[in-house]
């Protein structure tokens, strides 16, 4: 590979074919459910040609192959030589798998591996007419002879230099004998020869490099070009000759027409043909009849005029992609540390803000409380824009789903629908990454355990087809996440049962359960309702971990299931983890800072009035029973042996679906605070999250209730 090559280039094509990439796995999985839809086939077939393109100027010989075989399987499709099916689909997912797995490859410098050799062989199969034998398998040798070469074989840049200057020499050559066509094109050729963007020098490498290896065979280069010139044909109808869309087409025509204009052959036998086959010489010249690009000109052959009104007739069509083309140049690639120390400078900026605002308060001065207020105003809009820039869709997370939901139900052999909502729903990239495994191991246990077999659901009188719903919106400052199905969901009755047999709850306490309490047990280490373990579930590992670290993005999760009717699953977390409201209480002379998202309610409470259940002390708000915890105990020293007051500031915090009240001295007042690492030696202190500094100055520790709890409850 010419890792050698201007690392800005590499980057681009980085930039471009990962996003190309992304999309293709989603498209591939759509097609499968709607295989008659010409778009999107022409989609992924440009996605598959404009990857191999890049590949090709980076020298990338195994990844141009595996493109250029799936290309050409499309390209059948498209032209409906062949239907889609599950079989063909898994062929073509390994192959992208195989085409992501090289280009990793390629953003760490390493050594590209090359698809299987097998594995090409049977996209190459699938690239022939469906049902066609011997006269397929007759004409197609010749042609996997010479492309493999055509693609594999780019040429370096010295070649493309005097291959160029070879152009040119018998452009000027053939000035005089073409004095009629040099006139029509004259304009054009003043648009600069050499200077050709990305797509149009990629058009030009196709042409140039790939028409040569069928010089003598004119039926061979008539299935060569079309392979390489259909990639800006937009084949709604099923590939026809003049369905290149204007765009494409007039980028083509302004490159080759200006470069290599020469009616006549000059001194090369022939490369400097090969730009003039989509020009009007085609006219005279009888093996370029059946090229595809001069089927649009066939009626204005007799003039070499012709090709220029042509070119402005695809002009005007052709703008509004040309407006798309600077908002590249209106964005700048920002290395995400950049961001993340712009994100900590914005969190001082907060702490000094809410200083200023409490010495504001006690201020009487107006000058300094319209300066303060000012402050907090830029503060905030500083704080959102900055928040801004780290934000991210988290269709960068629903992407892979399609793809997981269709393999997994091939494997469980079932049938499974995905639905997806919101994807357009933004939320802070180290969100959008850490969310990722948690969301697969849900999206993967609704199509495992809640989604029943398809003869099952018919006896139940569901359609065959079942549906998982994955949805995104935001709700004030975070985001509520829904991963739904309408399976067969959960029996409490089973989930108390197991939970018995796993020694989780004795059988009193298991009967006392609520049903929403049943349903959490899912997410209790080691619980499985599973009873034969698979590779895909049974060993009650994944949910657990999915409770895990949705706490560590101070995130909840709750769950609704019906039996019969199916189970709903939701996630909340905050929009951002670097900077968060808190609600600042005081534990003797000492400050703590409570998550809000955990904070349901507040409440003055006569501490007299409390009961005893089970050994624990509890209270009684609206008919609802609380356990009531005196969190100072645990978190101040000498604080056990003092007297507790007769009455008291009650926070009821939740986790999920349990609620219990912390007894707290003081309630200071609700702020955003920036959550600051602990130090080494207070690193995994139990119920701590960080620190972070009040608006007096002083350094309050932010409580993890879950973990709070989970050690000293």
């Not at 053939?174 to 990629?202: K, L, M, R, V």
Request: proline share 6%; charged share 30%.
């Amino acid at each position: 590979m010419a890792f050698d090559a201007d690392e800005e280039i590499l980057q681009d094509f980085l930039v471009e074919a990962g996003e190309i990439l992304e999309k293709l796995s989603e498209q591939l999985v759509d097609l499968e459910q709607h295989p008659d839809d010409s778009d999107l086939l022409n989609a992924i077939f440009r996605g598959f040609h404009t990857v191999k393109g890049g590949a090709g100027f980076l020298q990338l010989e195994a990844l141009v192959n595996c493109c250029h075989s799936a290309e050409n399987v499309f390209d059948i499709l498209r032209n409906h030589k062949r239907k889609v099916d599950s079989e063909l689909m898994d062929v073509v997912l390994e192959a992208l798998d195989n085409v992501n797995a090289m280009f990793e490859q390629v953003r760490n410098h390493e050594e590209l591996t090359p698809a299987p050799d097998e594995l090409i062989a049977r996209l190459d199969a699938l690239a022939q007419p469906e049902g066609e034998g011997a006269p397929a398998a007759a004409t197609q040798p010749e042609q996997e002879e010479s492309e493999p070469a055509e693609d594999g074989g780019d040429i370096t840049d010295d070649e493309f230099e005097q291959l160029l200057d070879a152009l040119q020499d018998e452009k000027s050559e053939d000035q005089t004998p073409a004095s009629d066509s040099g006139a029509a094109s004259g304009g054009q050729e003043g648009s600069g020869d050499d200077e050709i963007t990305d797509d149009e020098f990629e058009a030009l490498l196709d042409q140039l490099h790939g028409k040569g290896q069928f010089a003598g065979a004119p039926a061979g280069e008539e299935e060569a070009v079309s392979k390489e010139e259909k990639p800006a044909a937009k084949a709604e109808g099923g590939g026809g000759d003049d369905l290149i869309t204007d765009d494409e087409f007039e980028k083509l025509l302004d490159d080759l027409h200006g470069k290599g204009g020469s009616p006549t052959a000059g001194g090369e036998p022939s490369a400097p043909k090969e730009p003039s086959a989509p020009k009007e010489p085609s006219a005279q010249k009888e093996p370029s009849a059946p090229k595809k690009p001069s089927a649009p000109k066939e009626p204005t052959k007799p003039k070499s005029e012709a090709p220029k009104p042509e070119a402005k007739g695809a002009a005007a069509p052709a703008m509004p992609a040309r407006e798309n083309a600077p908002a590249a140049e209106t964005t700048v690639r920002v290395d995400t540390k950049r961001l993340d120390d712009i994100m900590n400078m914005v969190g001082e900026l907060v702490l000094v803000r809410n200083r200023l605002q409490r010495l504001g308060a006690d201020s009487e001065d107006e000058h300094m409380h319209k300066a303060v207020s000012n402050l907090d105003v830029v503060t905030t809009d500083l704080q959102s824009a900055v928040m801004q820039t780290r934000m991210q869709p988290i269709k960068k997370v629903f992407g892979r789903f399609p793809r997981v939901v269709r393999d997994l139900a091939r494997n469980l052999k079932k049938e499974v629908n995905l639905v997806m909502h919101g994807e357009d729903t933004d939320l802070d990239k180290n969100l959008v990454e850490a969310l990722s495994d948690p969301l697969v191991h849900l999206v993967r246990n609704s199509v495992d355990h809640g989604i029943e077999a398809p003869e099952v659901r018919e006896k139940a009188g569901k359609p065959r087809q079942g549906t998982v719903t994955l949805s995104a919106e935001q709700e004030g400052d975070h985001i509520l996440l829904f991963i739904e199905d309408d399976g067969a969901g959960m029996d409490p009755e089973v989930l108390r049962r197991k939970a018995v047999e796993k020694g989780i709850y004795d059988q009193d306490a298991a009967d006392r359960l609520t049903n929403s309490e049943c349903f959490n047990l899912i997410f209790a280490a080691g619980f499985s309702t599973k009873d034969q373990i698979s590779d895909v579930s049974g060993r009650g590992v994944g949910m657990d971990v999915v409770k895990t670290k949705i706490g560590q993005l101070n995130g909840q999760l709750s769950i609704e299931s019906e039996l019969g009717k199916g189970s709903r699953i939701v996630i909340k977390v905050p929009l951002t983890l670097a900077i968060m409201p808190t609600l600042m209480i005081m534990l003797g002379d000492q400050s703590f800072a409570l998550p809000l998202v955990n904070v349901v309610e507040i409440f003055h409470l006569d501490l007299t009035k409390t009961n005893i259940v089970d050994g624990r002390e509890c209270i009684v708000v609206r008919e609802k029973v609380f356990p009531l915890f005196h969190i100072k105990r645990w978190l101040v020293r000498n604080s056990a042996s003092q007297e507790v007051p007769e009455n008291a500031h009650v926070v009821i915090v939740a986790m999920g679906t349990k609620q219990v009240g912390f007894v707290v001295d003081q309630l200071v007042g609700q702020e955003e605070v920036v959550i600051k690492p602990l130090g080494r030696a207070l690193q995994g202190t139990p119920g701590m999250a960080g620190a972070t500094i009040t608006g007096d100055g002083r350094i309050a520790l932010i409580i993890d209730v879950p973990s709070l709890l989970q050690h000293y409850g």
